[in-house]
């Protein structure tokens, strides 16, 4: 619909309407790309000033107001967590466990929970929740089961001796379980955070805490920035989390009525994402209520009417929409003339399962390119990458060629695999020479090495009979390696 479209013209006509200097001007972002993106659409409207407008992240944001109070913030001398060091401290964190600890695991993989926990503490930054935060929220959780629809039985059952009303105990008690683990997870927290400090490592989330630090305990600092910055803007706002949104708010806080301008779409936040959390636009509506001017975007210019249609039709079981909360009117309308012309309506279509799906989808592909459809005009959505291993697989079998842009884990691969055993195999001959030959007599068969079969076979038959041979001995006993 535009948004940073009509971000950057607001900022265009701020300068063009106003005294305002570039440097008056705070703009931020959720990423890096949209941050680029914004100065070159910026660039377009207004020329070099662009590049006098602050356009950050919140991340870079709160990394100037460090560099710039270095007095108050002091030297820091520390490195920025890789994600080898994380999981490094993570595997220490679990390893510290005592036996009693409800995430102490005895069998099977020990570190499961390490990517768990490191989700949780990253959340916890994000949304400024600490231990006493969550541990009350599980209490009221727990308390109000009995009282949840899901957790009260329907129908009476006399032979259980069921009635009608009564708490499904056993579900309440898996979900209490469950629960029990993330009050002992989040218990954890405190002693992430000394793992952290005595190893000098921080990562890019303790960034903006340390500047809500500041912001509440030095209000000269708080000031400074407050009144350095006239106008404020903030792109996909919805994406903001909750120590974002508390940054954003100590910004403004200092004006009766400020100068604040934000662009988002509720409809991008039905799921939580990296913290982002859509709660913070209502919020926002609800705090400036009798200032906030709304505008909603209605044209659409990436879509056809269809697939609006279609999309309203879905989005619309969301009752958490704030097209309901703010009594808003978001029926779009398609406005880009390339796509008026598509008629084609959206299908849908059922599969008893998966397998099924896969089938018929490669059909449908080569329905498409027998009718001379290029193969880069046809495209497979998905909403994971685990989705489609299975499909791509599939259509490998039926010779149809694909390109995913999706991240490889290349030590999985084939190729990869083969590394790891002769790194394998040279582990197992430095601790104990010659005692890898069945793992060597694999690695002689990679492609790599173009050794023909026959050679090694030959070898083989060779050290068995020196080995195992009518004329053998323990003193001729010997290896393939040493044969070779």
């Not at 998905?382 to 039926?398: F, G, K, P």
């Amino acid at each position: 619909t535009g948004k940073t479209q009509i971000l950057a013209a607001r900022i265009g006509k701020i300068l063009t309407d106003t005294d305002a200097l570039p440097s008056e001007i705070l703009c931020l972002t959720y990423t890096d790309a949209g941050a680029v993106a914004m100065r070159k659409r910026l660039f377009e409207f207004i020329g070099p000033d662009a590049y006098r407008i602050n356009i950050y992240t919140f991340h870079a944001f709160c990394n100037e107001v460090i560099q710039e109070n270095l007095e108050y913030f002091g030297k820091i001398n520390l490195d920025a967590l890789s994600d080898l060091d994380s999981a490094m401290l993570f595997q220490e964190l679990i390893d510290d466990f005592d036996n009693n600890h409800l995430l102490k695991r005895f069998t099977g993989d020990r570190y499961y929970d390490a990517s768990r926990l490191k989700s949780l503490f990253s959340t916890m930054k994000r949304e400024s929740w600490n231990e006493e935060i969550i541990n009350q929220a599980v209490k009221d959780y727990l308390d109000d089961l009995p009282n949840r629809e899901e957790f009260v039985y329907k129908r009476a059952n006399a032979a259980k001796g069921i009635s009608i009303g009564d708490p499904k105990q056993a579900d309440i008690d898996k979900v209490t379980e469950q629960m029990n683990k993330l009050v002992a997870a989040v218990g954890e927290y405190k002693n992430y955070l000394a793992k952290m400090d005595a190893q000098h490592r921080y990562d890019y989330d303790d960034m903006i805490i340390w500047v809500l630090k500041a912001f509440t305990e030095n209000e000269d600092i708080l000031r400074r920035y407050q009144e350095r910055y006239q106008y404020i803007l903030v792109d996909e706002f919805q994406d903001t989390s909750g120590s974002q949104n508390a940054l954003l708010k100590f910004l403004l806080n200092y004006w009766d009525t400020p100068n604040v301008f934000v662009v988002g779409d509720d409809d991008q936040s039905i799921f939580k994402f990296q913290g982002a959390n859509m709660e913070n636009i209502l919020d926002f509506a609800n705090d400036y209520v009798k200032t906030l001017h709304t505008v909603v975007l209605k044209h659409n210019y990436r879509s056809n009417q269809h697939i609006l249609d279609i999309s309203k039709s879905l989005i619309n079981n969301n009752k958490k929409r704030l097209t309901a909360q703010l009594q808003l009117d978001k029926n779009l309308q398609a406005s880009h003339p390339r796509f008026s012309e598509i008629t084609v309506e959206p299908t849908i279509r059922e599969y008893e399962n998966p397998d099924q799906e896969l089938v018929d989808i490669a059909r449908i592909i080569k329905q498409q390119l027998a009718k001379g459809t290029p193969a880069n005009e046809i495209a497979v959505i998905y909403r994971n990458h685990s989705q489609v291993e299975d499909l791509v697989h599939y259509l490998d079998t039926q010779k149809i060629a694909v390109n995913t842009k999706r991240k490889i884990d290349l030590l999985t691969l084939p190729f990869g695999e083969k590394i790891i055993n002769i790194l394998r195999y040279l582990s197992m001959e430095l601790d104990s020479p010659y005692s890898g030959d069945e793992l060597l007599f694999e690695i002689m068969h990679y492609d790599f090495f173009s050794i023909p079969p026959i050679e090694i076979a030959k070898a083989s038959i060779a050290v068995s009979k020196e080995n195992y041979g009518v004329n053998s001995s323990e003193k001729q006993k010997t290896s393939l390696r040493r044969y070779i």
